[in-house]
């Protein structure tokens, strides 16, 4: 079992950044491959970036791809998304998620065999 809790979302404006962190405690984090995920009002949730389980590999959809970077630091179980140049569009919840194993791409949501609780990202233009 895998418990992950999300921290670092808030509002900003247009052009801003955000941090956000992932804290996952109970079986070794450096087992699992680790994702950001997202999931806008009325939309699917989908898949933002992600790093392997030795952070050798990191992924991202075309549309952060030059503003997000995920990191992790399996010596304090913990990943973070920092978040620059911010969009309208990149409001959402985003979700922290761990699967167990290595990734070589993004993955699918179904991929995931835990989640954390979310946390608000609101980008005012």
């Known amino acids: 079992q895998v418990q992950l809790v999300e921290s670092g979302g808030g509002s900003v404006r247009a052009g801003g950044s955000l941090r956000l962190s992932c804290a996952a405690s109970?079986?070794?984090?450096?087992?699992?491959?680790m994702g950001w995920f997202r999931q806008g009002p009325g939309e699917e949730r989908e898949s933002v970036a992600a790093?392997?389980?030795?952070?050798?590999?990191?992924y991202y959809t075309d549309s952060v791809k030059g503003r997000f970077t995920i990191s992790r630091d399996n010596a304090k179980n913990t990943i973070s998304l920092q978040m620059n140049s911010l969009k309208p569009e990149d409001t959402a919840v985003y979700y922290c998620?761990?699967?167990?194993?290595?990734?070589?791409?993004?993955?699918?949501?179904?991929?995931?065999?835990?989640w954390g609780q979310g946390t608000q990202v609101t980008v005012s233009s």
């Open positions: 998620a761990a699967k167990y194993g290595d990734i070589w791409s993004l993955r699918p949501r179904g991929a995931y065999d835990y």
């Open positions: 109970g079986r070794t984090a450096s087992r699992y491959a």
């Open positions: 790093i392997s389980a030795t952070g050798s590999g990191t």
